[in-house]
């Protein structure tokens, strides 16, 4: 049996490498998707993809730092699918320039912190009103393992922006769990994304970075879909308030 059902989902950031994987997924596992990027070329590729194999999928262009476009967003994905009973908060940056606050750039944070912290709010805003007209559903939220640790190599603008969304998910959890709605957040490691790539140039440190994951790999897109899906599930049904760390035991081990 197919894990979301007759389920309509929207996933944001779903043109980008995580985005299309748990969008891909949504669809194989039985939801409709309405997929929304700020690329709208990107979110037509999801679409596609989608379509290519049977699934039911709508593409919507939005800003997620934009309220009047978030709502827009929400509208137009509620008049498409029908309902909507999921959100996804995936929709995030993770600039290669961000670094320690000790060098921090006042802009570089509030950018990365409208789009991950701000986003979210809006696009849980207007969905949430919706799903719980639905009878209720799952609202996944994406946070970090960086939200969890710290680094020798920091993302300090990144990181803090990941803290709050762990923090926002267990106070909408909280909110939200007599409106039977549940709201978790996945929190991966290094996923290997041709964007997290490029922070390991040098072959000598992915190595190091590596031998710290027990069990030998870094994450693929269709990890971090795997756990969104099964949030997004009614086997998840008793859980919430919760941020999943998905890092391959990386935050297990000690060195």
Same mark, same amino acid.
């Given at each position: ?145 960086? $939200?969890? #640790?710290? =680094?020798?190599?920091?993302? &300090? +603008?990144?990181?803090?922006?990941? %803290?709050?969304?762990?923090? *926002? ?55 971090? $879909?795997? #756990?969104? =899906?099964?949030?997004?599930? &009614? +086997?998840?049904?008793?859980?919430? %308030?919760?941020?999943?760390? *998905? ?9």
């Amino acid at each position: 049996m197919m894990q979301l059902a007759g389920k309509r989902a929207l996933v944001t950031g779903a043109g980008g490498a995580l985005g299309r994987a748990s969008s891909l997924l949504f669809a194989r596992e039985g939801a409709a998707v309405a997929v929304v990027d700020i690329d709208s070329a990107a979110a037509e590729e999801t679409v596609r993809l989608i379509t290519e194999q049977g699934g039911r999928s709508i593409a919507i262009t939005a800003d997620v730092r934009d309220e009047s476009q978030v709502k827009l967003a929400v509208d137009e994905a509620v008049d498409g699918l029908g309902g909507l009973d999921t959100l996804f908060n995936n929709a995030g940056i993770m600039p290669h320039q961000d670094a320690s606050f000790l060098d921090g750039d006042l802009d570089l944070w509030h950018l990365i912190s409208s789009i991950n912290l701000d986003g979210t709010m809006l696009c849980s805003k207007y969905a949430v009103p919706h799903i719980a007209a639905a009878g209720g559903g799952a609202v996944v939220n994406m946070s970090s393992f960086l $939200a969890v #640790l710290g =680094c020798t190599y920091p993302q &300090d +603008a990144y990181a803090a922006s990941k %803290g709050a969304i762990s923090s *926002l998910t267990r106070s909408m959890a909280v909110q939200l769990g007599g409106k039977g709605i549940r709201v978790n957040a996945l929190a991966p490691g290094p996923i290997m994304t041709a964007h997290v790539e490029q922070f390991f140039p040098d072959p000598e440190a992915r190595r190091i970075r590596l031998e710290r994951v027990p069990l030998g790999r870094f994450g693929k897109p269709e990890d971090a $879909a795997g #756990l969104a =899906c099964f949030f997004a599930s &009614d +086997a998840a049904s008793w859980l919430t %308030g919760q941020v999943v760390v *998905l890092d391959g035991g990386i935050s297990s081990n000690y060195l």
